[in-house]
């Protein structure tokens, strides 16, 4: 009889508490998701806007670029807000999903914005997208069956170091 | 089939470093002439290869096997598309957007060293494009001359509305 009335007691509080963390956490972790994921959508986008800039598919716009940081600015508006119920809900329930992501997120776009510098046309030709003359054109159409056919030639690599083997300035 | 180089090993050996866009910073004091493409280029390290690394362009420097590790020189590889025809299809070509030599390491046969460098990347990426091509200043006939020796050859001039320079297409199967 005891027994069953302590098993009824857990029960309760069991049930209280998952009924709150379906109410408070996961709905928090949902929008800490959500934020995470459009901050991606927004970067890929961004990036992909630079790019075509850079090689000079898209003339650059400054209503793109002031809509870029306007977004970014957007999002982080609630930071505040957001990581201190963040801290409240680490503390109650030990963790919370997508917390490193965000917080990661949050840094990052800080470093974009105190960074920001609008895209512009690649100084380097060859990094722009071209269309060649008729004569260019059947040249590499020539090149590119014969590579293709042929396949790679065998040639010696020299190996690459990472950039730990630079001296750093001042070190 | 296999392509032997006559591979002018620099008297200096230098070794080639993939750097990270932090590590550009390095760069700030790089010089490679007073000529104005020369000018561009080593503008380029500085200001123009944060934007293009980020467009999925490596970059190496080339540093010195001492303990100074000098930066003598530093190149760059990426892709660019081709459009072949109005009505075609665009091409993938692997591109070398920037290449240069430091100006107190020049004529010690660094750049060949470079090219030598970048071909063998080039061709570990053989899937993305077999081919391997590069635009240089036509005023720069000691470049040229070292692209020729490697495999490089001219395609065309290309004249862009921005610029008063008709640069020199030159390319190479990998």
């Known amino acids: 009889m005891k027994a069953s009335l302590e098993i009824d007691t857990y029960a309760q509080s069991w049930k209280a508490q998952h009924e709150e963390v379906g109410e408070v956490l996961w709905p928090f972790e949902d929008h800490l998701a959500i934020g995470v994921a459009l901050f991606r959508m927004v970067r890929e986008q961004e990036e992909a806007w630079r790019d075509r800039i850079l090689r000079g598919i898209q003339d650059f716009d400054p209503r793109f670029d002031e809509g870029f940081q306007l977004i970014y600015r957007c999002w982080l508006q609630p930071f505040r807000e957001i990581t201190q119920r963040l801290a409240q809900l680490e503390q109650a329930y030990g963790s919370v999903k997508h917390a490193d992501e965000f917080r990661a997120a949050c840094r990052e776009i800080q470093d974009i914005l105190r960074s920001w510098r609008p895209p512009a046309l690649s100084t380097a030709i060859g990094l722009r997208e071209m269309a060649l003359n008729d004569q260019a054109s059947t040249e590499v159409k020539d090149m590119l069956a014969r590579a293709k056919a042929r396949g790679p030639k065998t040639v010696e690599t020299i190996p690459s170091q990472n950039s730990s083997f630079l001296r750093k300035p001042s070190n | ?174």
Not at chain 2, 24 to 50: M, N, S, T, V
Not at chain 2, 116 to 133: C, D, M
């Open chain 2, 1 to 174: 089939v296999t392509e032997l180089f006559f591979r002018a090993m620099p008297s200096d050996p230098i070794v080639p470093v993939l750097v990270t866009t932090s590590d550009l910073a390095l760069a700030a004091d790089f010089r490679c002439g007073e000529g104005l493409h020369q000018q561009e280029l080593a503008r380029w390290i500085k200001e123009d290869a944060a934007p293009a690394m980020k467009s999925k362009t490596r970059v190496w420097f080339y540093v010195t096997n001492d303990e100074q590790k000098n930066i003598a020189a530093y190149s760059s590889l990426g892709t660019s598309n081709w459009r072949l025809s109005p009505d075609a299809d665009k091409i993938k070509v692997q591109i070398i957007p920037a290449l240069a030599v430091h100006e107190d390491h020049q004529g010690k046969g660094y750049a060949q060293f470079v090219l030598q460098h970048l071909i063998g990347e080039a061709t570990q990426r053989f899937e993305i494009s077999p081919l391997l091509a590069l635009f240089v200043h036509p005023d720069n006939a000691v470049a040229i001359h070292v692209y020729e020796k490697v495999g490089f050859r001219c395609t065309e001039h290309v004249r862009y509305l921005d610029v008063d320079t008709a640069y020199l297409g030159m390319i190479r199967e990998l």
